[in-house]
């Protein structure tokens, strides 16, 4: 009798992270399709800049908070080239929060994509453990965009962190500084149907790749599949 309804609690269980755990997986997909159709344009993101990022973060449809003036949040995912110093292929997404700041008029109302850069070990790692502030605990700058990286993008690749938002078709270097993002270790254990931290997703790979990380992940293995970041 007892092990029947300790089963039974099991599968209640279950039954209701199941939606939840749906949810998630929607958020990863709608990451994957983000990232495909922005690597699809060369306008957008300059290939030798992506080339030379260590991690991505996509934040889909990232909306404002009428009630917060000026604030806005987002939830999305956090992927990063696998094995030591960041050289492997990409691998399994942890998923993130971005909170607070003030985007202007760009999000005016409307749902908005970001997507953020992480330029080196430092920033990936501090992401990793803790929230971090942006402009603050880890350098942010408007991300380059178009074929042509310019002189003065050379000045600016020493930020550890380029953001880039799109809303209403186009799509733009936006710096982010002022907001915080931070691991989101709730969802991954719902993503991921048990208990898993950020760091042990992406610098341990502790759990395999969710099959709705499939886009995401042959997207920028096909787009930057090799770190160029010591050529």
């Known amino acids: 009798m007892i092990k ?7 599968i209640a269980a279950l039954l209701a992270t199941a939606p939840a755990a749906e949810k998630e997986c929607v958020r990863v997909e709608d ?3 983000v990232m495909k159709e922005i690597m699809n ?8 800049v992506i080339g030379k990022a260590e991690c991505v973060v996509v934040l889909p449809s990232v909306v404002k908070l009428a009630f917060v ?4 949040y987002g939830r999305g995912l956090m992927t990063c080239r696998s094995g030591p110093n960041f050289r492997g292929p990409w691998g ?3 998923m993130m929060a971005l909170e607070g700041g003030s985007f202007g008029v760009q999000l005016g109302g409307q749902a908005t994509d970001f997507v953020l850069l992480l330029m080196n070990d430092r920033a990936a790692s501090s992401i990793l453990t803790s929230k971090v502030k942006l402009g603050a ?3 942010v700058a408007a991300g380059p965009v178009g074929r042509n990286v310019t002189a003065e993008t050379d000045v600016r690749m020493r930020a550890e962190v380029f953001s880039y938002s799109r809303a209403r078709g186009l799509f733009v270097g936006i710096s982010l500084a002022g907001s915080t993002l931070r691991p989101d270790n709730y969802a991954n254990t719902i993503l991921y149907g048990k208990p898993v931290e950020a760091r042990d997703v992406v610098l341990f790979g502790k759990v395999p790749a969710p099959d ?3 886009l995401l992940i042959a997207t920028l293995n096909q787009k930057s599949p090799k770190n160029l970041s010591g050529d």
């Not at 309804?5 to 099991?10: E, I, L, M, N």
């Not at 003036?69 to 806005?72: H, Q, V």
Request: charged share 20%.
């Open 4 to 10: 029947a309804v300790a089963a039974a609690g099991v």
């Open 31 to 33: 990451a994957g399709r």
């Open 41 to 48: 344009i060369p306008d957008d993101i300059p290939k030798s």
């Open 69 to 72: 003036l000026g604030a806005s």
């Open 92 to 94: 399994a997404p942890t």
């Open 137 to 139: 605990d880890a350098s």
């Open 212 to 214: 709705c990380a499939r």
